[in-house]
């Protein structure tokens, strides 16, 4: 494990909950939950680890990926003209058992730290996630685009310090939010816009301090959020997992 990934996580968990917690690790089978995982197999020419985005194309090529310059090579390789002139649909696939791989090792621009991730551009401390774009502190993410200190996450665009967000964008401080657009400090939201300081709000926009879609002052607002946060880290604590996330709410 990256040692900058388990200082982001203690960071982003301080933030969201008021409590720091540690070893992220630990924490993967609730980070995932939602979340198509990385796939992992192994090059039959080298015997190194082999790192996918969790698509189709891949899932179909597993146990032909190489790395890229196990590729590159393998590009060289070419069937006789006598299996091309008897080549069908038939004997394809035995015919171009000796050609038919691919690759995954797909990396542009600068990147560090890229820890059994899977096609990423312009990135820096990855663990565990894919398709990652000009992002830096991901793990357990797929698709993270322009964001930092970010977990569990799907598409989450232009966010930082978000865990569990999921087709969002410009999100900050959020936990367990889908489908929602410019919202801050909020915790389980559905398809909402513009919201701060807000939880359990589902199709609405351009709300602070409120509770399922109704505004109920900032001192309310804080005293709820407190039992709701003792609960959350009660749970974590104790089970490394919550008993509801936002697809079980809407």
Not at 198 to 208: D, E, P, S
């Amino acid at each position: 494990m990256i040692k900058e990934i388990e200082t982001a996580f203690q960071q982003v968990t301080k933030i969201l909950f008021g409590t720091s917690f540690s070893d992220v690790e630990s924490y993967e089978e609730w980070l995932i939950n939602n979340v198509d995982t990385t796939l992992e197999s192994i090059s039959p020419i080298s015997k190194k680890p082999i790192y996918s985005p969790p698509v189709t194309y891949y899932k179909a090529l597993l146990g032909r990926l190489l790395l890229m310059d196990e590729a590159l090579e393998q590009g060289n390789a070419h069937i006789s003209e006598t299996e091309v002139e008897q080549l069908n649909l038939s004997n394809a696939s035995k015919t171009l058992k000796n050609i038919k791989f691919g690759t995954s090792d797909v990396m542009f621009g600068k990147n560090s730290n890229m820890e059994k991730s899977a096609a990423y551009i312009n990135s820096h401390y990855s663990f565990k996630s894919s398709f990652v774009c000009d992002t830096k502190y991901s793990a357990y993410c797929f698709w993270p685009r322009q964001s930092e200190y970010v977990f569990g996450s799907v598409l989450a665009f232009s966010c930082s310090f978000c865990i569990n967000c999921y087709h969002s964008s410009n999100l900050k401080r959020c936990f367990e939010l889908d489908n929602c657009d410019n919202c801050s400090d909020s915790y389980f939201c559905h398809n909402c816009e513009n919201l701060s300081n807000c939880m359990f709000c589902f199709n609405t926009k351009a709300k602070q301090y409120a509770i399922g879609n109704v505004e109920v002052g900032k001192e309310r607002y804080l005293e709820i959020k407190k039992i709701l946060l003792n609960d959350i880290c009660k749970q974590l604590q104790e089970k490394k997992m919550l008993n509801v996330d936002i697809y079980q709410l809407h």
